[in-house]
């Protein structure tokens, strides 16, 4: 089973690993995701990914809780990102998703909550 910490990881901090590679690893072809309220399916998380690819120049993962229990998987974890700016963004988010029988993220909904940041990178998890 996947995740979110691997799953970060090979999309936004593993230069050189193929995009589609990357999303395919850890998310069916019927996935979708809500962050902060907005749903996504495979096709726009993807896009949202290539665009965070240009932004991101590096960061880590941090998992402060996971829980996974039957097709269940819910974790509180902080994302520090250094932009390719210079600045940096720290966020928590609050997950919670549904595994698909081969281990791979079906559907995620979470909260992203800013702890550093300039005001617009407040839409770092949703933006396009």
Known sequence: MTSIAAALTDLLLTPGLELTEAVDR?????????????????????????HLRTVV????????????QGD?????????????????????????AEIAPDGRFRRIEETTLMLQGADGDRNLGSAR
């Open 26 to 50: 850890h998310f069916t072809p019927d996935y979708r995701q809500r962050t902060d309220g907005r749903w996504d399916d495979h096709s726009a998380f993807t896009s949202h990914i290539a």
């Open 57 to 68: 120049a590096g960061g880590s993962v941090e998992v402060l809780e996971e829980l996974a």
């Open 72 to 96: 269940r998987y819910a974790d509180r974890h902080i994302v520090d990102i250094t932009k390719t700016d210079g600045s940096t963004v720290r966020m928590e988010v609050y997950l919670f």
